[in-house]
């Protein structure tokens, strides 16, 4: 049993193989995909998301407005995703965070627009999906001033930051889930950092279609592939493939409350 805590198979990648997709998941042991609805927010792309959720049983649904498109996000994006998470297969609200790589939104506007939705969630009662790339400092302070005291926790998605970065994740009382980076030949710090972070603490994701691990490395990412995530995982903690994936499939549903 395995749980694919990030995907986007909502996108049209998927679009000519959707339900195989979904089929293959199941087939390999795959019971729980929470798929992460992104783009521009008034584009439909939310309300296509929430649809897959509610007509696909094992697929559970994320939305929020991710940092790329922060400079699209208004009053109108935080009533829409506020009406459509009254919906039970709507369980987070993300992704949501900085990113300071590719800066596809200005930076101050990204940081408002983060807080904005910190506010919205907490309201809404919902834990976060945090997506942070080189900002990492601004990340920790914007939680630490705008979420403290929140009663719902969030995930470090894709975690390729610092030691640093986890341990400070951890003491929030955040998840951090890991990626087919973990795979890759390069990826030796990050393998260290996996190995230290607490088993009760550990989620696993494809963040498909990108981001595809070894050995599947040059085609397009599934959820089906996030058992080589989880075996990399077992790897380094000692345990057996599938005492991971149970483990990892715990922490979701307790942390997601489902
Ligand atoms: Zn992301
Ligand atoms: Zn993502």
Same mark, same amino acid.
């Given at each position: 049993?395995?749980?694919?805590?990030?995907?986007?198979?909502?996108?049209?990648?998927?679009?000519?193989?959707?339900?195989?997709?979904?089929?293959?998941?199941?087939?390999?042991?795959? =019971? %729980?995909?929470?798929?992460?609805?992104?783009?521009? /927010?008034?584009?439909?792309?939310?309300?296509?998301?929430?649809?897959?959720?509610?007509?696909?049983? /094992?697929?559970?649904?994320?939305?929020?407005?991710?940092?790329?498109?922060?400079?699209?996000?208004?009053?109108?994006?935080?009533?829409?995703?506020?009406?459509?998470?009254?919906?039970?297969?709507?369980?987070?609200?993300? @992704?949501?965070?900085?990113? #300071?790589?590719?800066?596809? *939104?200005?930076?101050?506007?990204?940081? &408002?627009?983060?807080?904005?939705?910190?506010?919205?969630?907490?309201?809404?009662? %919902?834990?976060?999906?945090?997506?942070?790339? @080189?900002?990492?400092?601004?990340?920790?302070?914007? %939680?630490?001033? @705008?979420?403290?005291?929140?009663?719902?926790?969030?995930?470090?998605?894709?975690? =390729?930051? =610092?030691? &640093?970065?986890?341990?400070?994740?951890?003491?929030?009382? #955040?998840?951090? *889930?890991? =990626?087919?980076?973990?795979?890759?030949?390069?990826? &030796?710090? %990050?393998?260290?950092?996996?190995?230290?972070?607490?088993?009760?603490?550990?989620?696993?994701?494809?963040?498909?279609?990108?981001?595809?691990?070894?050995?599947?490395?040059?085609?397009?990412?599934? /959820?089906?592939?996030?058992?080589?995530?989880?075996?990399?995982?077992?790897?380094?903690?000692?345990?057996?493939? @599938?005492?991971?994936?149970?483990?990892?499939?715990?922490?979701?549903?307790?942390?997601?409350?489902?």
């Amino acid at each position: 049993m395995f749980t694919d805590s990030h995907a986007h198979i909502d996108g049209d990648e998927f679009d000519g193989d959707r339900e195989e997709v979904i089929e293959r998941a199941q087939a390999a042991g795959i =019971s %729980l995909i929470l798929n992460v609805g992104t783009g521009d /927010p008034h584009s439909g792309a939310f309300e296509r998301a929430v649809e897959l959720g509610k007509t696909h049983e /094992p697929v559970y649904t994320a939305i929020g407005t991710h940092p790329h498109d922060a400079r699209l996000y208004d009053d109108a994006a935080e009533e829409k995703i506020k009406n459509l998470i009254d919906n039970e297969h709507v369980i987070a609200w993300g @992704e949501i965070g900085l990113d #300071f790589h590719y800066d596809n *939104s200005p930076r101050d506007v990204q940081v &408002e627009v983060f807080k904005r939705q910190l506010r919205a969630a907490r309201e809404c009662d %919902l834990p976060i999906v945090i997506h942070t790339r @080189e900002a990492e400092a601004e990340t920790i302070e914007i %939680l630490q001033s @705008e979420y403290e005291g929140a009663a719902r926790r969030g995930v470090f998605h894709c975690f =390729s930051g =610092s030691m &640093e970065l986890a341990n400070r994740a951890i003491e929030i009382g #955040f998840m951090i *889930s890991f =990626s087919g980076i973990v795979t890759f030949k390069k990826a &030796e710090e %990050l393998r260290e950092i996996a190995k230290q972070v607490p088993l009760d603490r550990l989620l696993i994701e494809t963040d498909c279609p990108y981001l595809t691990p070894i050995p599947y490395r040059g085609k397009r990412n599934e /959820p089906a592939y996030v058992v080589e995530v989880a075996r990399t995982l077992a790897g380094l903690h000692g345990v057996e493939l @599938e005492e991971m994936g149970r483990i990892t499939s715990e922490n979701f549903n307790r942390f997601f409350r489902l």
